[in-house]
């Protein structure tokens, strides 16, 4: 079968071709870099579609299409009755995990060593990176349409690749990724017998200019760093591309997949 990839060049060549149709959209994550730069590009691209920004506070936006909501990421009961009120209005068709953590609360690591390792500093980065999307997919996934394609994503990283890891380093974030790629196949797997038409994948953004990367963006070239509204189309780039033969992926900006 084709790349991902590929289909992406090839609907982006073809005339006349369009973004895949969201009625529906939940971005948990909205106040942050990449997840605003989503909620703003879906706005942008599917002019009908109803779209839930999600936050700590739920902070109203000015656009009536656009509707806040309050959740905890690690508190499953606060999710529950996030998404619960979602899909009160029926089945959704996009939900996007866009939160995530690579500095700690306290302002230090990723670990470059072994001599970095913490307890409480690997537990803070499965919390956030691992556990927290696993619990909003707990909530969502069985919400989302059964009659018609729909799609979660959840941000993951290049770094979380067991088997592209060659200059090693960053241990609780990497391995934090790693099992959220591991949970994104087992998902995938389990849904198929319930949702068969729904498409659960990782993806990478590339470096993104925000404020968890600031600290890291040294040596990375000019042209692979992108703004959050640069990355937020090519991820909807991705999503568009995405078939069910691709759900249990990981999926790099461009729509490479990245190996577990």
């Known amino acids: 079968r084709q ?140 919400r989302l349409a059964r009659d018609r394609r729909a799609v979660f994503a959840v941000l993951s990283a290049r770094v979380g690749s067991i088997g592209d890891n060659r200059l090693g380093g960053w241990h609780g974030y990497r391995a934090a990724k790693a099992a959220l790629n591991m949970l994104v196949r087992n998902f995938a797997i389990e849904m198929r017998r319930s949702h068969p038409r729904v498409i659960i994948v990782g993806l990478h953004p590339g470096t993104v200019d925000t404020p968890l990367s600031a600290p890291f963006q040294r040596g990375v070239a000019p042209d692979r760093l992108f703004t959050p509204e640069i990355s937020a189309g090519h991820l909807l780039n991705v999503i568009d591309g995405l078939s069910p033969a691709d759900s249990g992926g990981v999926f790099a900006w461009d729509g490479t997949a990245i190996p577990f």
């Open 3 to 142: 790349t991902l990839a590929l289909r992406m060049t090839i609907s982006s060549a073809s005339d006349g071709t369009r973004a895949a149709s969201i009625d529906r959209a939940a971005i948990f994550g909205a106040s942050g870099g990449i997840g605003a730069a989503l909620v703003a590009a879906l706005a942008e691209r599917q002019a009908g579609c109803r779209i839930y920004a999600g936050s700590r506070r739920g902070v109203p936006l000015n656009d009536p299409r656009i509707t806040p909501f309050a959740f905890d990421l690690r508190d499953p009961e606060s999710l529950g009755l996030a998404a619960e009120s979602i899909a009160r209005e029926g089945p959704i068709d996009l939900a996007f995990v866009a939160t995530g953590m690579l500095v700690r609360q306290d302002g230090t690591g990723p670990e470059k060593s072994l001599k970095q390792i913490t307890a409480q500093g690997l537990a803070e980065q499965f919390a956030v990176n691992t556990i927290g999307p696993a619990l909003v997919a707990q909530a969502i996934l069985p």
